[in-house]
């Protein structure tokens, strides 16, 4: 079936850093999530890219929507300790009418 | 309003028992779907309703897990019996609708359950 997988799995940064994180998969997408959870909470919804190259910003989180339609990114800037959580991406196959595929997200540890 | 509401937010059990948890979706969603995540891994499908019919049930694991959704508000995820690779976090999601809109498909998930089988 279709898989996404995440890159770095962990990563552990100083505050104030920047933060750089992708999802790639073998087949193609339409739409791409980035959700954060929070320890004890669901995912909650950063950013939703519909187009191939789409660039998209959220305070200080920008996410792109890959040319290739097989990848997105999402970058952080000037991390601060309530960055802390797992980032998950999740895409769609299709434009509408199914069911999001995950990947294993990608933990990240801020550091003072 | 009210977010995705789920109960118990923990449960442990032993295996062999049953379980069952529910999912309160966002007031006027008409779709709703459960997700469950084991340790490290990632979240992964189980099925989805479109009021109360099941559209999509290709991620249920087995005939232990059976999910209603009577009257098209609330559903139900039952496990039984449970076994020990049962244990994980169950989330649930629901979003307003499907079509070209698909804003109108992004999912909003709730807390999730947390499920223990010893």
């Known amino acids: 079936g279709q898989q996404l997988n995440q890159s770095p799995q962990s990563m552990f940064i100083q505050e104030g850093e920047d933060v750089s994180m992708n999802c790639t998969s073998s087949?193609?997408?339409?739409?791409w999530l980035w959700y954060k959870q929070d320890p004890g909470e669901g995912p909650v919804l950063l950013i939703a890219l519909y187009k191939a190259g789409e660039l998209t910003s959220n305070g200080r989180l920008t996410a792109q929507f890959g040319i290739t339609r097989k990848d997105s990114f999402l970058n952080i800037s000037a991390s601060i300790p309530s960055d802390v959580g797992i980032y998950f991406c999740a895409g769609a196959p299709r434009d509408y009418g199914q069911n999001f595929v995950f990947g294993p997200g990608t933990r990240l540890s801020v550091l003072p | 309003e009210a977010g995705v509401t789920q109960f118990p937010s923990h449960s442990v059990i032993e295996k062999g028992q049953t379980v069952t948890l529910r999912c309160d979706p966002i007031s006027g969603h008409d779709n709703l779907y459960w997700y469950r995540r084991v340790m490290g891994k990632e979240i992964k499908f189980l099925l989805h309703?479109?009021?109360?019919?099941?559209?999509?049930e290709s991620g249920m694991p087995n005939n232990r897990f059976l999910a209603e959704r009577t009257g098209g508000t609330y559903s139900t995820l039952k496990v039984q019996p449970a076994e020990l690779e049962d244990s994980g976090v169950y989330f649930c999601?629901?979003?307003?609708?499907?079509?070209?809109?698909?804003?109108?498909?992004?999912?909003?998930f709730g807390a999730g359950t947390r499920l223990s089988v010893l």
């Open positions: 087949s193609i997408f339409n739409t």
């Open positions: 999601a629901s979003s307003q609708g499907l079509g070209l809109n698909r804003a109108k498909n992004i999912q909003y």
């Open positions: 309703f479109v009021k109360e019919s099941k559209q999509d």
